[in-house]
């Protein structure tokens, strides 16, 4: 690998994770990210190839891109997801390849992508009682995730996996100690996430937010948690038990902004590269990338969208737009 200077934006911030999206489509319709009906999905062309999404990355780890964490949609959709995720945990500067899940289809694939390298899994439930589940999925998923999720951790190699949890008031309240009793009864990290104006209803609204330090005193007030140190650039602040096994942790961009050691960029399934979850400004790669552009060209036009990273992603200011696409079609 031709290493480069790194990577970095006009406010002094290194980059050092992308969040790489392999398609739109998904398998669940979560409330919080895409619409019941009618989604209008990518035409495959649109979509990265296998060749050029390695190509991809191999550039950004040339510039000192160190984690790489796959998304959706849901990856898994995406055919042969695995051999994708081979070729990814190989290139050399590449340190972790990780992804990000809604477990339905893990009991098919979680051996095939531990063989492949990946070690680190999120897996997103919001809920562990079925009917909720189906309430916020629109599909009756539960039992398939479970079984999933029992077959990872199963899998030799697997070493980390956390489950996510999106905290949504009227929703989330019921579901926090269910949550960390399933942390501490397995080993896992729970992690709760702040509800974002990523929704495609656009029915985000502050008072629905279920704040990471509310969850945070209601799980201490009957497992004591005990801080960790935060490592810098990290989303989540993380809490192990006072007594057990298992861990809590709380992204909370609401709340508690972590704009200022952001070390983020996101690539779109159809190659858009976005500085941050809420731009309302994307840098397309895909043209380069399919019109013979060399990687000296590649790593230009990366240098000059990551220079213009936003200082903060402006939620909480007065005349925040809401992006126009949903997670889904971004990236989680």
Not at 31 to 59: H, K, N, S
Not at 197 to 222: C, K, M, N, Q, Y
Not at 281 to 306: F, Q, W
Request: hydrophobic share 40%.
């Amino acid at each position: 690998m031709i290493e480069t200077e790194p990577l970095r934006d006009g406010h002094g911030r290194l980059i050092r994770d992308v969040r790489l999206s392999v398609t739109d489509r998904c398998n669940l319709r979560c409330q919080y990210c895409m619409p019941a009906e009618g989604m209008p999905w990518l035409d495959r062309d649109a979509i990265l190839r296998f060749d050029e999404l390695e190509r991809l990355v191999t550039v950004l780890a040339s510039m000192g891109v160190q984690d790489v964490r796959l998304t959706g949609g849901e990856p898994l959709v995406r055919r042969e997801f695995p051999r994708l995720a081979g070729l990814l945990s190989v290139i050399a500067g590449v340190r972790n390849v990780s992804v990000t899940t809604n477990g339905l289809l893990l009991e098919r694939d979680a051996a095939a992508l531990v063989r492949a390298g990946i070690r680190r899994f999120n897996i997103s439930i919001d809920s562990l009682e079925r009917q909720r589940f189906l309430e916020i999925t629109r599909r009756d998923g539960l039992p398939r995730v479970l079984r999933g999720l029992e077959v990872l951790a199963a899998a030799p190699g697997c070493t980390l996996i956390k489950i996510n949890v999106v905290g949504m008031r009227g929703f989330t309240e019921p579901e926090i100690l269910p949550m960390a009793e399933f942390a501490r009864t397995h080993g896992y990290e729970v992690r709760f996430i702040e509800f974002m104006p990523l929704d495609a209803d656009h029915a985000w609204d502050p008072s629905r937010v279920l704040t990471g330090e509310e969850i945070r005193a209601a799980i201490h007030a009957v497992y004591p948690l005990q801080a960790e140190p935060r490592p810098p650039s990290a989303t989540a602040r993380v809490y192990r038990f006072a007594s057990g096994q298992g861990k809590i942790g709380f992204i909370n961009p609401l709340s508690e902004p972590f704009c200022g050691d952001c070390d983020r960029v996101r690539v779109t399934a159809e190659g858009k590269l976005r500085t941050c979850l809420f731009s309302l400004h994307e840098t397309d790669l895909r043209a380069p990338l399919r019109n013979g552009a060399s990687d000296d060209d590649l790593r230009t036009v990366i240098r000059d969208a990551v220079w213009r990273k936003e200082l903060k992603h402006r939620v909480n200011d007065r005349g925040f737009r809401q992006p126009t696409r949903t997670m889904s079609q971004i990236g989680g």
